[in-house]
């Protein structure tokens, strides 16, 4: 009281010109309740302070899990961190309310003191077992008015070292390591069929180039001794690479034998209209044991794809896609990009695509196999190597390869002017990308979609990865 007096008895500020006496008092009397208010925070500061320190010691202490539990009592409620694992719990009490409380705990018979506004306290609750416990105020009125809060004792090892998902259940960190280190050692396994091969022309008598497709459902070992059944064209998944040439004449005849109608589109590639597989828009769709013969000129270049339009949903999932090359491969010939020079007279060691694809029942793939049945790229040290890839799939998969820059040379087939290297390239659904590498570093490095649960699951790695072995050079 005697600092709410002090201003007004003893130092009277000087009333301004217009003072009318009452309302000098009670500026005197806002102030004196601000130097009051001050000295309250700072009160509680110092408490809060001598808390923490308290709250240090119980955290030393050896043995089972010890938790300190922020509190906040306010009217009416009580708020914080009101859960732990089994052990030693302590409560740190701040009463955030305007009147007075406390905080009482029901089964262990216990209870703070009685605090002010911005009142402190702890409460030591000893080791508790799992299970729930009721927290409430004890001033009378207070509990029914709605301060009362369950404090939840989890199990102790259901906190250490860390939640694992059902996946591990059952299974130790040895075993863990174990099946991730099995499934890599795997690699390169060998399984039945293989996707990509270049499907040679018969030579009509006018020079067309002609090749025949059937669209049927096989067994398919999309990985070592899992087959799914595979909606394929000639057995293969990816179905098999067609190269022509600028100018060329192709016939493209499909036999359908899938339990449904399809078709074939040409994507990224310049067809007329009535060629371009969209059926019922541009032609019939081809019942099942049916047949139809594409027709085109080859007109301008292409690293495009061909795949079943009607029923896509179903058929290119499952396998009925493939690569189409119109012309040759646009390099950058002589081209710097960053410094580094792409040789004028580049001849790659390797040119292969990559189709990346992730649902139906090949699921998430690269060429139609899952690893450890992914193919390894094998070249030499110093070479050059060209990947196109095709996202067949669902989704973007960001496609890295350990330690070689990928040079971004064309999307969807088109020459960029500006190739960039990069070494995770996002392929989206229905994208290409031509990338040129050079493997200058010998070694066995790590070919990947970068979205993790693309490539690893609890029982190992699986899906889209693959390896670039590179060997010495002789
Ligand atoms: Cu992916």
Same mark, same amino acid.
């Given at each position: 009281?005697?600092?709410?007096?002090?201003?007004s008895?003893?130092?009277?500020?000087p009333?301004?010109?217009n003072d009318?006496?009452?309302?000098?008092?009670?500026g005197?009397?806002?102030f004196?309740l601000?130097v009051?208010?001050?000295?309250a925070?700072m009160l +509680?500061?110092i408490?809060l302070a001598?808390?923490?320190?308290i709250r240090? =010691?119980?955290g030393g202490?050896a043995?089972?899990s010890a938790s300190a539990l922020?509190v906040s009592?306010s009217?009416? +409620?009580?708020e914080?961190?009101?859960?732990a694992p089994?052990? /030693?719990?302590?409560l740190?009490?701040?009463?955030a309310?305007?009147?007075?409380?406390?905080?009482a705990v029901?089964e262990?018979?216990v209870?703070s003191?009685?605090?002010q506004s911005?009142?402190v306290d702890t409460?030591a609750? *000893?080791?508790?077992?799992?299970?729930?416990? %009721?927290?409430?105020?004890s001033?009378?009125?207070?509990?029914?008015? *709605?301060?009362?809060a369950?404090? $939840?004792?989890?199990? #102790?090892d259901?906190f250490?070292? #860390? %939640?694992?998902g =059902?996946?591990?259940?059952g299974l130790?960190?040895?075993?863990?390591?174990?099946l991730?280190? /099995?499934s890599m050692? #795997?690699?390169?396994?060998?399984t039945?069929?293989?996707?990509n091969?270049l499907l040679?022309p018969e030579?009509?008598?006018? *020079?067309t180039?002609?090749?025949?497709l059937?669209?049927?459902?096989?067994?398919?070992?999309?990985?070592?001794d899992e087959?799914?059944e595979?909606?394929?064209y000639?057995?293969?998944?990816?179905?098999? !690479?067609?190269r022509?040439d600028?100018g =060329?004449?192709?016939e493209v005849e499909?036999?359908?034998?899938?339990?449904?109608g399809t078709?074939?589109?040409w994507h990224?590639?310049?067809?007329?209209?009535?060629?371009d597989?969209?059926s019922p &828009?541009?032609q019939?769709p081809?019942a099942?044991g @049916?047949?139809?013969? &594409?027709?085109f $000129?080859?007109e301008d270049?292409?690293i495009?794809?061909y795949?079943a339009h009607?029923?896509s949903?179903?058929?290119v999932?499952n396998?009925?896609?493939?690569a189409?090359?119109?012309? /040759?491969?646009?390099?950058p010939?002589?081209q710097?990009v960053?410094?580094?020079?792409i040789?004028a007279?580049? @001849?790659?060691?390797?040119?292969?695509?990559m189709?990346?694809n992730?649902?139906?029942t090949?699921?998430?793939?690269?060429n139609?196999k899952?690893?450890?049945?992914?193919?390894?790229?094998?070249?030499d040290?110093?070479?050059w190597?060209?990947?196109h890839y095709?996202?067949e799939?669902?989704?973007a998969?960001?496609?890295?390869?350990h !330690?070689?820059?990928q040079?971004v040379?064309?999307?969807? *087939?088109?020459?960029?002017?500006?190739? &960039?290297?990069?070494?995770?390239?996002?392929?989206a659904?229905g994208?290409?990308?031509?990338v040129l590498?050079?493997?200058?570093a010998?070694g066995?490095w790590v &070919?990947h979609?970068h979205?993790?649960?693309?490539?690893?699951r609890a /029982?190992g790695m699986?899906?889209?990865?693959?390896a670039?072995?590179?060997?010495?050079?002789e």
């Amino acid at each position: 009281m005697s600092v709410i007096d002090q201003p007004s008895t003893q130092t009277p500020p000087p009333p301004p010109a217009n003072d009318d006496g009452p309302r000098g008092l009670i500026g005197s009397l806002l102030f004196a309740l601000g130097v009051l208010g001050i000295l309250a925070i700072m009160l +509680a500061l110092i408490a809060l302070a001598f808390v923490a320190l308290i709250r240090d =010691d119980s955290g030393g202490d050896a043995g089972g899990s010890a938790s300190a539990l922020d509190v906040s009592l306010s009217e009416f +409620a009580i708020e914080g961190e009101l859960s732990a694992p089994a052990g /030693d719990v302590t409560l740190n009490i701040v009463n955030a309310g305007a009147i007075e409380h406390n905080l009482a705990v029901r089964e262990l018979d216990v209870q703070s003191n009685n605090m002010q506004s911005r009142g402190v306290d702890t409460l030591a609750l *000893g080791e508790l077992e799992a299970g729930s416990y %009721e927290l409430y105020c004890s001033i009378s009125g207070h509990a029914e008015s *709605g301060m009362t809060a369950e404090l $939840v004792i989890g199990e #102790a090892d259901s906190f250490e070292p #860390a %939640e694992l998902g =059902d996946e591990h259940a059952g299974l130790s960190a040895e075993e863990m390591d174990q099946l991730m280190v /099995d499934s890599m050692l #795997a690699f390169p396994a060998e399984t039945e069929g293989l996707g990509n091969q270049l499907l040679e022309p018969e030579i009509l008598a006018d *020079g067309t180039k002609r090749f025949e497709l059937t669209a049927e459902v096989i067994p398919w070992e999309v990985s070592p001794d899992e087959f799914v059944e595979a909606w394929a064209y000639n057995g293969q998944v990816p179905g098999p !690479q067609i190269r022509v040439d600028i100018g =060329d004449k192709v016939e493209v005849e499909l036999t359908n034998l899938t339990p449904m109608g399809t078709d074939i589109h040409w994507h990224g590639v310049h067809t007329p209209n009535d060629q371009d597989g969209v059926s019922p &828009y541009t032609q019939d769709p081809v019942a099942t044991g @049916e047949t139809f013969t &594409y027709n085109f $000129v080859a007109e301008d270049p292409a690293i495009g794809m061909y795949h079943a339009h009607l029923h896509s949903q179903t058929s290119v999932i499952n396998g009925m896609f493939a690569a189409f090359q119109i012309g /040759d491969n646009p390099l950058p010939y002589g081209q710097t990009v960053a410094g580094v020079e792409i040789p004028a007279d580049l @001849e790659p060691a390797f040119e292969e695509p990559m189709v990346l694809n992730d649902a139906g029942t090949i699921g998430l793939t690269l060429n139609g196999k899952s690893f450890p049945a992914t193919e390894p790229i094998v070249i030499d040290e110093g070479e050059w190597g060209v990947i196109h890839y095709y996202n067949e799939g669902l989704t973007a998969h960001p496609m890295h390869l350990h !330690q070689f820059p990928q040079l971004v040379y064309a999307k969807d *087939g088109i020459p960029l002017d500006s190739p &960039y290297w990069a070494d995770t390239v996002n392929v989206a659904p229905g994208e290409r990308y031509s990338v040129l590498f050079q493997a200058d570093a010998v070694g066995t490095w790590v &070919y990947h979609c970068h979205i993790l649960t693309h490539v690893e699951r609890a /029982d190992g790695m699986f899906g889209m990865v693959t390896a670039m072995v590179v060997n010495p050079k002789e």
